[in-house]
DNA sequence: AATCAAAATGTATAAATATGCAAAAAGCAC
DNA sequence: GTGCTTTTTGCATATTTATACATTTTGATT
C-alpha cells in the first residue's frame, strides 16, 4: 500500500533529518517520489503520533514520541514489525535484517525504546547492529525486541 | 519573578489538566490571574521545551518533554528546583515537601523521570510521596533526586 | 467488467502557533 | 530620583497545521 510505505519513509525522514515543518517534508517525500500535500502529511502525523521537540538549537523539529511517556503508537509499530525481516545473535551483538534503506529508522527506533542493556546502535543499508555489554545481555535484548515484534 | 511564577503555573495546569492549545492556557491563567497573550504563553512553551501528544482519545495536550528522548528542559529543572523544600525519607518512602500548591506539578515531573525503583507517587497540596519496594530503594530515589537538584 | 462501500487524498480554508517590531517594564549605575 | 541597557510583553501578522467537504482511488462482490 501506498500509505504505509509512505509513512514508513516519514519515519525514516524524520530520523535522519531535522525536518522542521510540514511542508518540508512534502519536499522530500516529493523527492523520493511520494507527491502528497500537507494535508495528507498532518494525517500521516497524527496517525504516527509524531511530535515536535526543540533542538539544540532551538528550533523545533518532528520525532518519534518516547517510550516513557507514551506507548509508541501503534501505527508506528506496525511499520516497525513490517520493516524488521530477522534478529540474530552474534557474541555481544544483536543483528537485526530489514528492509532495504529503513535500517536507519529502525535503528533510530530501537534506541528509542531506551531498553537498558543496549549500549548502542549503528547500521548500514539493511542490517543494525545493536551492541551489548556480553552474550547474557545480548540474549536478553533479543528478547525483548521479539516480544515487541509479537504485540 | 512573574514570569517564572507563570511558568511554573503552566506546568502545574498542563499536569493536571488536558490542555489543548495555548488559547486554553491563556483562559486558565486568566482565570489565576496571570494576564497574559498567546504569544508570550507561546514563548513560555519554547523555553519550556514543552511538547504536543496525542491523547488516547486522538486530541493534542501538551505534556513536559520525557526524560529519555531528550534531557528535561533547564527551565523546567529551574522551576522543578525552586519548588521542591526538602526531600526525606521514611521507611519505604520518600517524602518532598514542596511549596504550597505545587506538589502536582512535582509528583509529575517525578514521574517524568522515569526512575527505575519508583513504584508510584501520591501528593497533597505541599507534600509529594514516593513509594519504593524497600529501604534500600528509597534511600537510591532520595539520592537521585538529590543528584538532580544539585545540577 | 460493473456496482457499491470504504478508505485515502486534495482543495480550500479555519484554527493554531510563531515571530518581527515597537512599547512597556525591570534592573542597574550614578 | 535620572538616564541607560536589557528583558519581557503585546500587537499585528506571517507561518504552520488541522479539518470540512468533495472527489478520487481502492477493494470487494457479483
Known amino acids: 500500500m501506498a500509505r504505509n510505505s509512505r ?5 525514516e525522514l524524520i530520523s535522519v ?3 522542521e ?5 512534502v519536499a522530500e517525500l516529493k523527492a523520493a517520489s511520494y507527491d502528497v500535500t500537507q494535508a495528507t502529511i498532518s494525517r500521516d502525523i497524527k496517525e504516527l503520533g509524531l511530535i515536535k521537540i526543540l533542538t539544540d538549537s532551538k528550533k523545533y523539529k518532528y520525532a518519534i514520541v518516547s517510550s516513557s511517556n507514551q506507548a509508541v503508537s501503534n501505527k508506528c509499530l506496525n511499520i516497525f514489525k513490517e520493516c524488521v525481516i530477522s534478529i540474530k545473535n552474534a557474541m555481544n ?3 537485526l ?5 529503513t535500517a536507519g ?3 533510530n527506533f530501537v534506541d528509542q525504546l ?3 542493556s543496549v549500549l548502542g546502535c549503528t ?3 539493511d542490517t543494525v547492529m545493536i551492541i551489548t555489554a556480553d552474550i547474557e545481555d545480548a540474549y536478553l535484548v533479543q528478547q525483548k525486541l521479539n516480544e515487541i515484534l509479537a504485540q
Chains 1, 2 share one sequence.
Not at 21 to 25: A, D, I, M, V
Open 7 to 11: 509513512q514508513s519513509k516519514i519515519l
Open 17 to 19: 533529518k531535522e525536518i
Open 21 to 25: 515543518t510540514q511542508e518540508e517534508l
Open 93 to 95: 551483538l544483536v543483528v
Open 97 to 101: 535484517k530489514t528492509l532495504k534503506g
Open 105 to 107: 529508522m529502525v535503528s
Open 114 to 116: 531506551s531498553i537498558n
Open 123 to 125: 547500521f548500514g543499508e
